[in-house]
T-cell receptor
């Protein structure tokens, strides 16, 4: 079945460091890809998305490019801030089935801590 | 304000005592879903609902029930909770017109079963 593999954390960086969180996926067809962020004590929020190959999703300084040839969707940010400390989830969603069922498959999450 | 509201946020209970976690959304969304989050396992889908009176099992439905009598509400029922259901639970919703996967999440309900 469809699956998402994220780099294991935790990841600890100093403020203004460069961030990469790796994400690779296995899926049939052409899934949409997402990054969600979970700040401490809160629910998940959509951070960015890409719906087809070579699309780049971006938001709040974060970027990720849908690479079909490497089945990857790595999250990057050029200069992290303390406020970026959170858990980041990569996810994929395949096309709706004939019955209209819907499934979002999440990676296990990567905890990021940014120190001042 | 558009939101998904879960109650209770925190609950400690004992094995076998039935409980319900409520979920309500004010965005008129058709699709609603429950997930549980466990360390090292990420988020796993318990049940989902495509619309009123339409529910289906996710990946880990055992020990849970749901109902969707109204569009805005999607309660999660644990008829006889067991310690392995100790977890952080999230309700999520999505409306038509949004891309698949763009879910709005509640703040979570942390359940401990003793």
């Amino acid at each position: 079945g469809d699956s998402v593999t994220q780099m294991e954390g935790p990841v600890t960086l100093s403020e203004e460091a460069f961030l990469t969180i790796n994400c690779t996926y296995t899926a049939t067809g052409y899934p949409s890809l997402f990054w969600y962020v979970q700040y401490p004590g809160e629910g998940l929020q959509l951070l960015l998305k890409a719906t087809k190959a070579d699309d780049k999703g971006s938001n709040k300084g974060f970027e990720a490019t849908y690479r079909k040839e490497t089945t990857s969707f790595h999250l990057e940010k050029g200069s992290v801030q303390v406020s970026d400390s959170a858990v980041y989830f990569c996810a994929l969603s395949g096309p709706l089935t004939q019955g209209g069922s819907e499934k979002l498959v999440f990676g296990k999450g990567t905890k990021l801590t940014v120190n001042p | 304000e558009a939101q998904v509201t879960q109650n209770p946020r925190y609950l400690i209970t004992v094995t076998g005592k039935k409980l319900t976690v409520t979920c309500s959304q004010n965005m008129n969304h058709e699709y609603m879903s429950w997930y549980r989050q466990d360390p090292g396992l990420g988020l796993r889908q318990i049940y989902y609902s495509m619309n009123v009176e339409v529910t289906d099992k996710g990946d880990v439905p055992e020990g849970y029930k749901v109902s969707r009598k109204e569009k805005r509400n999607f309660p999660l029922i644990l008829e006889s909770p067991s310690p392995n259901q100790t977890s952080l639970y999230f309700c999520a919703s999505r409306g038509q017109g949004l891309g698949t996967g763009e879910l709005f999440f509640g703040e979570g309900s942390r359940l401990t079963v003793l």
